[in-house]
């Protein structure tokens, strides 16, 4: 089991930066994969970025790509998501998760992901 929280999110304006972070407990963190997705109000919970085990491969959808940059410190047990250059459709709950890794590779899919965080808001104004 692998509880995960999410912070950093809130009210920022068009062009600004956030830095989401995801602490992670009980079972050894360096053993998952970590991702971020998003969910904007009446849309479904989309892939944002994603990270292998040890932090040498990420992938990003296209809309954050050049703007969003995900990183980990196993030593810490935390996943970031730095976010520059913020938009008014990147607006959205953000959420963090962890899937079972089989080597160094990272996940695209929802259903790659066994646990997830709660979420945190983000707000960007235009």
């Known amino acids: 089991q692998v509880q995960l929280v999410e912070s950093g999110g809130g009210l920022v304006q068009a062009g600004g930066s956030l830095r989401l972070s995801c602490a992670a407990s009980?079972?050894?963190?360096?053993?998952?994969?970590m991702g971020w997705f998003r969910q904007a109000p009446g849309k479904e919970r989309e892939f944002v970025a994603a990270i292998s085990r040890n932090g040498g491969a990420a992938y990003y959808t296209d809309s954050v790509m050049g703007r969003f940059t995900i990183s980990r410190d196993n030593a810490k047990n935390a996943v970031y998501l730095q976010m520059n250059s913020l938009k008014a459709e990147d607006t959205a709950v953000y959420y963090c998760a962890a899937a079972d890794a089989w080597g160094y590779t990272y996940y695209t899919r929802r259903q790659d992901y066994k646990y997830w965080g709660q979420g945190t808001q983000v707000t960007v104004s235009s």
């Open positions: 009980g079972r050894t963190f360096s053993n998952y994969a």
